[in-house]
């Protein structure tokens, strides 16, 4: 009996690594959100933050499109 | 399909009716959180959850027949081993739901293959190594990577969201969990269904209507997709109730992270080729999401209980599969006679539900149920390891005796006793 420690390891790993840079990335995107909602109450610019909002989504919608791809692809 | 015999038709519909479980069973997993916290009403979350297992089960014919392969010798496998199979693990499946635990229909299946494997063919067909790397090394970490994972996601998110708030943050909270709970019912559509496949597969090889290594039929595929979004759709508000409700309160950043780790967790093992439970995953995730906010609350008595669900259901679902193997032995009466207790102890389990309705209405209503629950419960905590056999003979065979054709399914049961010191 072994146990393979490296496969228990490496899904350790990238599921800590991809499920708090996610949160992380779409959390900026929320901030985003909510200043351009701040911004937009007060009469300021809101470009930057709508910008990096979307980019931020984008990257989320990016990693979602992969994770279908996994799904239709695994063997 | 010339020569499709009875026994062949009964183990495809038995295998439809435990996909149709499983199907009920795992809504929990994907739209519970959702559920929860709000982020869709409770009908629209399940038709979601429903149509996207659909969906997922046409997104890849390569079925991979992990169940039976590997785990048990292939030789040994009869039409009447697998039908006996299921029949342990629906049992399990509807006495779980009937007590609001999630347990893993996985397990359940692997465990009714293995009791039915050992009864017809003895430990030996049995690989053991086979049994702690795949089931109990996952099953244990599982819980703690997803949980380890959506803490850590919801303490950055709670750090660094603390400037997010107002209708933007909350609108964008609510989308962020349904995309990451639909990822979760895609691959499980593609996982659990397939499974299903997988079985009817095997079961059509072993009676020799399909010749062996061939892609499971059109209407297998179809037929299992549908069992499982139907079951989906019928939503195990139970199970729903329990996760959602009954771990810990949940706040849609909360959802949100788990529900992400949840994700990201089952996509990531499966696609490094270490499968984790569903079931599993989402548990911990959930836990690990009300562990990661300043005052959150993990119900750790629900959480005991959950585990001990988890420990037992493979032991109690190959136990029904050895004593319902035993039974389909004596010839085909046996297997008629396992075919009604089967269906007499599901119309029984369902009957005990009626008494305390859990539906999208009062999936929500924070309040453990009393009554049913708390007595089911009662016969399956104490005990955590060892009596799992009298533990199991008391709460399952015991609904056969209530209902309405006594005279069949009375019999059922004395065979099987005095047969299982004989298989062991």
């Known amino acids: 009996m072994e146990i393979d420690w490296a496969a228990l390891g490496s899904v350790l790993g990238v599921s800590l690594t991809v499920t708090v840079g996610l949160v992380a990335l779409f959390t900026l995107g929320i901030m985003g959100l909510s200043r351009r909602e701040r911004a937009l109450a007060q009469g300021d610019s809101v470009t930057l933050a709508v910008t990096g909002a979307y980019v931020c989504f984008a990257g989320c919608a990016a990693a979602v499109a992969y994770g279908i791809n996994l799904i239709m692809t695994k063997t | ?424």
Not at chain 2, 133 to 162: C, D, E, F
Not at chain 2, 225 to 236: D, E, K, Q, S, V
């Open chain 2, 1 to 424: 399909m010339e020569n499709f015999s009875l026994i062949l038709a009964i183990v495809v519909v038995t295998a439809l009716a435990f996909d149709f479980t499983n199907g009920f069973h795992d809504t929990a997993n994907a739209m519970a959180t959702t559920i929860s916290t709000g982020a869709l009403k409770p009908k629209v979350a399940v038709a979601m959850s429903a149509a996207l297992n659909l969906a997922g089960a046409f997104l890849s014919v390569e079925v991979a027949n992990t169940i039976s392969k590997g785990l048990v010798d292939e030789t040994g496998i009869r039409p009447e081993v697998i039908f006996a199979a299921l029949v342990g693990a629906i049992l399990w499946n509807l006495a779980t739901w009937l007590v609001g635990l999630p347990s893993s229909s996985s397990h359940a299946l692997m465990g009714g293959l293995i009791g039915a494997t050992i009864a017809s063919a003895g430990t030996g067909a049995v690989h053991g190594d086979a049994l702690v790397t795949k089931v109990l090394i996952p099953a244990l970490a599982a819980p703690i990577v997803a949980g380890v994972a959506a803490m850590l996601a919801t303490r950055l998110s709670y750090t660094l969201g603390k400037k997010a708030d107002g209708k933007a943050a909350e609108k964008g909270y609510r989308v962020g969990q349904i995309a990451s709970a639909g990822l979760v019912s895609l691959a499980h559509g593609t996982n659990d269904a397939q499974k299903t496949m997988g079985i009817i597969t095997l079961a059509l090889v072993a009676g020799g209507a399909v010749a062996p290594d061939s892609d499971p039929p059109t209407w297998v595929i179809l037929s299992a997709g549908l069992a499982i979004a139907l079951g989906t759709y019928i939503g195990g508000w139970r199970i729903i109730r329990t996760m959602g409700k009954g771990l810990t309160e949940l706040e849609p950043q909360q959802g949100f992270a788990a529900q992400t780790s949840a994700a990201t967790a089952i996509l990531a093992s499966s696609h490094l080729g270490f499968s984790l439970s569903t079931t599993h995953v989402v548990s911990g995730s959930v836990m690990g999401a009300g562990l990661g906010r300043k005052g959150g609350v993990v119900r750790w008595s629900t959480a005991t209980r959950m585990l001990v669900a988890w420990c037992l259901t493979l032991p109690a679902a190959a136990l029904v599969g050895a004593l319902a193997e035993s039974v389909t032995d004596l010839g085909d009466w046996g297997t008629a006679v396992v075919a009604v207790f089967l269906i007499a102890s599901s119309a029984a389990i369902w009957k005990l539900s009626r008494r305390e309705v859990v539906d999208a209405s009062n999936v929500n209503e924070a309040e453990e149920p009393a009554g049913v629950v708390t007595t089911a419960i009662a016969a399956v905590t104490p005990p955590p390891s060892g009596t799992v056999t009298e533990d199991l003979t008391a709460t399952i065979p015991a609904p056969a005796t209530i209902p309405a054709p006594a005279t069949t399914a009375e019999p059922a049961t004395p065979p099987a006793a005095v047969r299982v010191p004989r298989t062991r």
